[in-house]
């Protein structure tokens, strides 16, 4: 059971890279902020490269949040650890998403390794929707990488900020048989440079 103190919710952190942030972590945000009151924290490892920077990173999460009540997103300060943080900030639960045994394995040794660096951070663990325990920010870039759709693992603003910043963007044209779709897409071809994928054929 959480305990809920004078009817004020159990703080809590929900950390990661979120490069980009997809609808995994979104399942795991809205469930968390039902029982927390969650901040999220947008974290920075020097030594990794990322597809899209802090800022764009932090503002996209923002974006992607503002629908669910309560949840607050901010940056983790450079060379701080997220431990240390929930310590100085007076939060003791940290929230992990795991979707396999893999990922269990990991954040148990993190959450052994959080245990000896601070008494008294505790860490929950939120299993994945079945549905969404496919998806992970590594997926969401390769996929992108070949021309793949990422409209069903990612927020619309993340698909339209990974289009802009490559400059290539995936439009769909749909309507009825014989409404000129083909004609269409054509007659774009021809106005700038783009490749039509006909999905019948």
């Not at 020097?46 to 899209?52: A, Q």
């Not at 660096?117 to 920010?137: M, V, Y």
Request: proline share 2%.
């Amino acid at each position: 059971m959480i305990p809920i103190i004078n009817n004020m919710k159990t703080k809590a952190i929900y950390a990661g890279s979120f490069d980009p942030i997809h609808l995994g972590h979104l399942d795991i945000i809205r469930r968390a902020a039902k029982i927390f009151d969650l901040t999220i924290l947008v974290s920075h490892n020097p030594f990794k490269k990322y597809f899209f920077d802090n800022i764009e990173r932090l503002n996209l999460v923002k974006e992607s949040v503002n629908s669910i009540d309560g949840v607050r997103v901010k940056l983790l300060p450079d060379k701080v650890m997220v431990v240390d943080y929930a310590y100085e900030n007076d939060i003791g639960i940290l929230i992990r998403g795991v979707r396999n045994f893999g990922d269990y394995d990991t954040e148990k040794m993190l959450r052994d390794v959080n245990v000896g660096i601070q008494n008294g951070i505790e860490t929950i663990f939120l299993s994945s929707d079945s549905k969404l325990a496919h998806i992970s920010s590594t997926a969401v870039k390769e996929l992108y990488k070949y021309s793949g759709f990422v409209h069903e693992y990612v927020p619309l603003c993340v698909k339209e900020k990974m289009e802009a910043n490559n400059n290539r963007f995936v439009i769909g044209v749909t309507g009825n048989i014989a409404s000129g779709k083909n004609w269409l897409c054509k007659n774009l071809c021809k106005q700038m440079w783009c490749e039509h994928i006909d999905l019948d054929e």
